[in-house]
């Protein structure tokens, strides 16, 4: 019995650092295994964003909802497992995330008012260790990174606006017929343009108007800075513990101390 107990163990060991191997290691099975992973989570997103019209397919797309509920369940426990330290891995906004997609793909019929929060698994994918450290390498750490980063933000921010609309307001209001409608009505807001074809009723209405557009100006105003200021290198100093600095800064601008940032155009 004690000899049984042992060999279950054992093997729960091996498949844990076979799992951690997979996830962080920096060889090419793990790289291919990674890269397989982010195809199947791009297709998941086209999957949520076309969920709206999908959801007509009755039984079958029910089934496929459960499918990406297995994957992704497989997926967390997966990344939980490689993790030493739980705790830490629970306070991560990305796994937060991904717990609430979760939930609105195990419970379809129920939480279907809640299926625009899908569309945060976008922002997740694209602002994790995981894609950075896989697609993304060569721009780890850099000003694509931002970029990519703040736009994520931003085209999350309008999809899932757009899905809270569409959830909400399509029986009870005359101009929002269908999706394209409830994203054309995102759009319009979140630019300020306002053609006021579609306006939402009410109070409620009104406060979301509002909430589009300045969290909408404030996401465009990070875009535009992301684009325009000067790019800084993740180096901590090792004084003052600054994290970021000029990519040819020799001294530390808070306290003085010398660096030696690494030049890997040289």
Known sequence: MASEATDHRDEGLRLRARLRYLYHGSQPPAVRFRMAVIVIDVLIVGFFLAAPILREAGWAYYVIDYVIA????????ARAWTYSDFKDWL??????????????????AWLYNFGFLRMLRLWSLLNSDF???TVGRRYDDTRVEEIV?????LVTFVFVVTGFVYATFREGHPGINGYLDALYFTV???TTTGFGDIVLPGAWGRVLSITVMLVGITLFIRLAQTLIRPHKVKYPCDRCGLQKHDPDAVHCKACGNLLCIPDDGA
Do not use: N, Q, Y
């Not at 992704?72 to 426990?77: F, S, Y």
């Not at 306070?91 to 379809?108: E, H, Q």
């Not at 980063?149 to 933000?153: D, E, F, I, M, V």
């Open 149 to 153: 980063r703040t736009l994520s933000a």
């Open 131 to 133: 894609f950075w450290r």
């Open 70 to 77: 297995a994957i992704l369940a497989a997926d967390l426990i």
């Open 188 to 190: 319009a807001t979140l």
């Open 91 to 108: 306070k991560r906004p990305v796994v937060w995330v991904d717990i609430v997609v979760l939930a609105t793909l195990l419970f379809p």
